[in-house]
């Protein structure tokens, strides 16, 4: 089990920065890729970024340029800073967690979620 907990979240002007971040806890030496999705009302969940264990990120493409994906394995915490926000960007942010199974095969692990709302 791993569990995952957010923060961050807030409410910024367009142009603003914000710094998401989530705390990993529980069987985290067995946590592989971490990730970043959002969902606005009505919209289905959509990936944002995901960072591999070493380090290798992506990006959705409306964000490249804006957002920075890191992590710290020795702090079991992903981070997700956001620059230049639009009011597009406006969501609930969700921290993933691929977590490889004792069993074989892998499990993902998702956060409670944090509001962005970015005004324009």
């Known amino acids: 089990q791993v569990q995952l907990v957010e923060s961050g979240g807030g409410f910024v002007q367009s142009g603003g920065s914000l710094r998401l971040s989530c705390a990993a806890s529980g069987f985290t030496s067995r946590i592989n890729t971490m990730a970043w999705f959002r969902q606005a009302p009505g919209k289905q969940r959509d990936l944002v970024a995901y960072?591999?264990?070493?380090?290798?990120?992506t990006y959705e493409d409306s964000v490249k340029g804006r957002f920075t994906i890191s992590r710290d394995n020795a702090k079991n915490t992903v981070y997700l800073q956001m620059d230049s926000l639009k009011p597009e960007d406006t969501s609930v942010y969700y921290c993933?967690?691929?977590?490889?199974?004792?069993?074989?095969?892998?499990?993902?692990?998702w956060g409670q979620g944090t509001q962005v709302t970015v005004s324009s």
């Open positions: 960072i591999t264990r070493s380090g290798t990120t």
């Open positions: 993933n967690a691929v977590v490889a199974s004792i069993l074989g095969g892998q499990n993902d692990y």
